[in-house]
């Protein structure tokens, strides 16, 4: 199994640009979900699935869209980028809601200049 | 909103004393889930608790989650070098969204 992968590693985009980070994973979890992680904040949620065709809104949802179209795939889409959404970006998947161990992806590196 | 505070937000220690990371809930947890973050690296796992009370132990790691199911703590016994990294916990109230902590980097001084 190849767990949780993340595409790309870095990426720099432009103001105003949009992009995909591409997730997957091979375990046949339920759960994916999306955080950023920015210095002295800790992991924020933005968005999270419990299944094929089931998203929504975490706690920092503003600027980007997710869809869970298979199990296996839960892209996140920057629509507009901006400055603020310069973070790192961390995938994760589980079980299920109520096995919460949570297996996190290498993470995507994204500055917006 | 719900919010997770962490302390300290740093510790340094030398090598082969304990360190101890708290986690404080502003509401109460179903669960809480600690996890461990190496420098350049992706958080893991370490460990849920569910129980008022429960304590669970990992070699020299011991969890705690408090009677009210609003805290929780982390202990290591004699640090070693490979402890390095930011322990996170994350708390979930049961609504599907997990809230992470700001962490603990612990250094090791051999």
């Known amino acids: 199994n190849a767990g949780v992968t993340q595409t790309p590693k870095f990426q720099v985009l432009k103001t105003g640009q949009s992009m995909t980070l591409q997730c997957a994973q091979d375990m046949n979890h339920e759960y994916m979900s999306w955080y950023r992680q920015d210095p002295g904040m800790g992991l924020r949620l933005i968005h999270y699935?419990?299944?094929?065709?089931?998203?929504d809104q975490g706690e920092v949802p503003n600027g980007y869209n997710v869809s869970r179209s298979t199990t296996e795939d839960f892209p996140l889409r920057l629509l507009s980028a901006a400055p603020s959404q310069t973070s790192v970006y961390f995938c994760?998947?589980?079980?299920?809601?109520?096995?919460?161990?949570?297996?996190f992806g290498p993470g995507t590196r994204l500055t917006v200049t | 909103g719900q919010q997770v505070m962490q302390i300290p937000q740093y510790q340094h220690v030398q090598e082969g004393e304990d360190f101890t990371t708290y986690c404080n809930s502003s509401?109460?947890?179903?669960?809480i889930q600690w996890y461990k973050q190496r420098p350049g690296g992706h958080p893991v796992f370490l460990i849920q608790l569910v129980k008022s009370g429960e304590v669970k132990k990992q070699k020299r790691l011991t969890f705690q989650f408090g009677e009210a199911k609003k805290n929780s703590s982390l202990h290591i016994t004699a640090t070693q070098t490979t402890d390095v990294g930011t322990y996170f916990c994350a708390g979930d109230s049961g609504a599907n969204n997990l809230f992470f902590g700001t962490g603990t980097r612990l250094t090791v001084i051999p």
């Open positions: 994760a998947s589980s079980v299920n809601t109520e096995t919460y161990e949570q297996y």
């Open positions: 509401t109460t947890l179903s669960n």
């Open positions: 699935s419990v299944g094929a065709g089931i998203t």
